[in-house]
């Protein structure tokens, strides 16, 4: 499975190119099962990073059918991710996003982000038909499925979270009520597209952060929406705060499983038997292997890989001892490094050459990438964006 990369492909306005279908299609003619889009946002007033696609209407229709054809066209799956930013929403372009609560996001960040305005009821529930209206486009253009992005801090996971939902109303409290939007928008997807068409979610394992979403409520969460009717659930976790999804700060007992939320699907598989996805730390086809041979999983979810080596899941298929090329990168300065986003802007770069036509650079020196997204995003090269939606 090729997990959610925000891939900043889209026009000005917010629309689909020819450069997303080109990048799609090379996935599917690299073996990929099931590709998720990165970060589609349901809403124009709400981006979570310049070149994010909306999709409020059928305005794109056609474009969205392009992209729909070459990420299947290989035979395998194309879901689209739906989402919205709720306050990861940078101050450039939300000077007031919005949130269950106005708490501002911390560490540092509330520098870069603006403190979010608290929806109203009204709001809540317009945006949950945002949701079902876009997935249904996704349906319409024949994407064969869609994913609610439920982790990584965004909006469904801020509603989960009591650190950043402090509602008293129906939409927070206690654990059931923090749950009530993303149980609403998989029931209004699911009456917009019926009972055959798969839905996912992305959700976190947890936030990782004093007051978030524990192991425990995502269980719960998770057998709740499974029991809704859900298709498949990708585990991840970390929000912009607390960025484990990243592979910061981790234990190097889990860093020798590979995946990085595994010991959190082999106790969610014994509460559900839908199909289970974990991303994050797979770098080697043995690995891989056996993460689904345990049982605990029955997908293996890659991003980074897939960005440096587009036919990596074809040759780990036809028996390859592969060795992911995701590498530590530095340009020697730690300030630059972290100014440059080059844990970021690396990865973009080559998903920018493969939409060209062009074959990735898993060799391209960190300078080199710095300069490149300098060339290509000017100023924007520098502001806050992700790599993995």
């Known amino acids: 499975m090729k997990s959610a990369m925000s891939e900043v492909l889209g026009t000005r306005e917010n629309a689909p190119t020819e450069r997303l279908a080109r990048l799609y299609q090379t996935w599917a003619e690299g073996g990929v099962g099931l ?48 989402n919205h930013p709720g306050k990861q929403s940078p101050t450039f372009l939300s000077r007031e996003p919005v949130a269950p609560s106005a708490v501002p996001l911390g560490g540092g960040l509330e520098r870069v982000f603006a403190t979010p305005r608290a929806l109203t009821d009204d709001e809540i529930e317009e945006l949950v038909e945002r949701f079902a209206s876009a997935a249904a486009i996704a349906q319409k253009a024949g994407f064969t499925g869609v994913q609610i992005h439920g982790a990584h801090g965004y909006l469904v996971s801020q509603f989960l979270s009591p650190h950043h939902n402090r509602r008293s109303d129906r939409w927070g409290g206690s654990l059931e009520r923090r749950a009530a939007f993303v149980m609403e928008v998989y029931g209004a997807i699911r009456r917009a597209v019926g009972e055959a068409y798969p839905i996912g979610i992305k959700i976190n394992s947890a936030d990782f952060q004093k007051g978030g979403f524990s192991e425990e409520e995502s269980i719960e969460v998770i057998a709740a929406l499974v029991g809704a009717g859900l298709d498949l659930v990708e585990v991840s976790g970390g929000t912009y705060e607390a960025p484990a999804m990243t592979g910061a700060k981790l234990r190097e007992s889990t860093r020798a499983r590979e995946a990085y939320f595994l010991s959190f699907a082999e106790s969610l598989r014994q509460r559900v038997d839908t199909p289970l ?102 100023l924007q090269a520098f502001r806050q964006r992700r790599s993995r939606s």
Do not use: C
């Open 35 to 82: 590709s998720v889009t990165g970060n589609v946002m349901i809403d124009r007033r709400a981006l979570g990073e310049p070149g994010n696609v909306v999709v409020e209407d059928e305005r794109d229709l056609p474009l969205l059918r392009r992209w729909a054809q070459a990420g299947t066209s290989a035979g395998g799956q194309l879901w689209m991710q739906l």
């Open 277 to 378: 996805a974990v991303t994050g730390g797979f770098r080697t086809a043995a690995g891989m292997a056996e993460a689904v041979g345990s049982g605990a999983v029955d997908l293996v979810g890659l991003a980074r890989a897939l960005a440096l080596e587009p036919d990596l899941p074809r040759r780990v298929l036809a028996g390859e001892d592969v060795v992911s090329r995701v590498r530590p990168l530095s340009t020697g300065s730690k300030l630059l490094d972290r100014f440059s986003m080059l844990d970021v802007s690396f990865y973009e770069n080559q998903l920018a050459r493969m939409a060209a036509g062009h074959d990735p650079l898993p060799t391209m020196h960190p300078w080199r990438s710095v300069f490149t997204s300098t060339a290509r995003l000017g």
